[in-house]
Nanobody, 121 residues
Framework: QVQLVESGGGLVQAGGSLRLSCAASGSIYSLNDMDWYRQAPGKQRERVATITGGGRTNYPDSVKGRFTISRDNAKNAMYLQMNSLKPEDTAVYYC???????????????WGQGTQVTVSS
């Protein structure tokens, strides 16, 4: 069974940096597009970064220039470098990936359990 596990969250002051990691494990035939999402209390979950299997990246304007997504295909891992953090970046951050478990199965959505990021002013 495939699992995604995030790490690296914590408490940081405004203007600081954090690096989140997401490790995929289990039966993985192919690891395709991967994303980071976040959800603040009382708000909808929003996408903050995407990286395709080929390494193309995409960000919403709210984090562009501050966040950088990357991946290590050899390790089935993904990262999110967050710089110049703001209090409004406070949220639970989730790892998401499109994964095929075998050559014969279609790709499915997988989510991590989330990691808390708190930015103090």
């Amino acid at each position: 069974q495939v699992q995604l596990v995030e790490s690296g969250g914590g408490l940081v002051q405004a203007g600081g940096s954090l690096r989140l990691s997401c490790a995929a494990s289990g039966s993985i035939y192919s690891l395709n597009d991967m994303d980071w999402y976040r959800q603040a209390p009382g708000k909808q979950r929003e996408r903050v970064a995407t990286i395709t299997g080929g390494g193309r990246t995409n960000y919403p304007d709210s984090v562009k220039g501050r966040f950088t997504i990357s991946r290590d295909n050899a390790k089935n891992a993904m990262y999110l470098q967050m710089n110049s953090l703001k209090p409004e970046d406070t949220a639970v951050y989730y790892c998401h990936a499109l994964i095929r478990e075998t050559a014969r199965t279609r790709q499915d959505d997988y989510w991590g359990q989330g990691t808390q990021v708190t930015v103090s002013s």
